[in-house]
Structure formats: structure tokens, C-alpha cells
Nanobody, 121 residues
Framework: VQLQASGGGLVQRGGSLRLSCAAS????????MGWFRRAPGKEREFVAS????????YYSDSVKGRFTITRDNAKNTVYLQMNSLEPEDTAVYCC???????????????WGQGTLVTVSS
């Protein structure tokens, strides 16, 4: 299994970015997917998660109303649309999967490589 995030870059305050995370394998739709981030010098932080079909989503308070998580099971891809970006959103963003049966999950069992998002002021 591989999870490859992409779409990061440098953006000005108030700007937008769309991250993608492509997964290998045939069982993508059986996993809950999540996005996490780690800012310089800080602990990893949960950002958002989405259930198997995409019908339910869950967000951290810090991004609620600004970020949107979606998935396309036909393309084995989960997305994170980030709007109204702030310098505090600067971090390495990575996706993860959970094999749990409860949403939102408490445990993620596989993590992908991250993509760097830098928001300038």
C-alpha cells in the first residue's frame, strides 16, 4: 500500500490550495481516510477525516469552515480543499488510512508521505 500526497506549495494569506492523496491497491473504499499536519516544532495534528463513501466528514475546530475533505473512490484519491489559508496553516500535510469500523476513528494504521504547505503573510 502506498499513500502519496501532492499539491502543496507556497501561497499567500487568504489563498487556496487543493491537496490530493493517491492510494494504491484495490480496497481504497473500505478505509476511512484522514488528513493530518505537522507544523515546525509542533506535534502532529488531526485536520479532517472522511468515511468510506464520503457521506460523513469530521474536522478539527481550527480548520472547520475553511477546509473541505472529499474522496473519489473510483480514482483511489482523497482531497483536501483549503481556503482562507493563514500562516498558522503552514505545515507538512499527510494523509492516513484507518481500517476501523467506527467513524470518526481513533486509530490510523498507515501513513503516507507528506506535502509541504507554506502560507506567507
Amino acid at each position: 500500500v502506498q499513500l502519496q500526497a501532492s499539491g502543496g506549495g507556497l501561497v499567500q494569506r487568504g489563498g487556496s490550495l487543493r491537496l490530493s492523496c493517491a492510494a494504491s491497491g484495490r480496497t481504497f473504499s473500505t478505509y476511512i481516510m484522514g488528513w493530518f499536519r505537522r507544523a515546525p516544532g509542533k506535534e502532529r495534528e488531526f485536520v479532517a477525516s472522511i468515511n468510506w463513501s464520503g457521506s460523513s466528514t469530521y474536522y478539527s475546530d481550527s480548520v472547520k469552515g475553511r477546509f473541505t475533505i472529499t474522496r473519489d473512490n473510483a480514482k483511489n484519491t482523497v482531497y483536501l480543499q483549503m481556503n482562507s489559508l493563514e500562516p498558522e496553516d503552514t505545515a507538512v500535510y499527510c494523509c492516513a488510512r484507518s481500517a476501523g469500523y467506527v467513524f470518526p476513528p481513533s486509530v490510523y494504521d498507515y501513513w503516507g508521505q507528506g506535502t509541504l504547505v507554506t502560507v506567507s503573510s
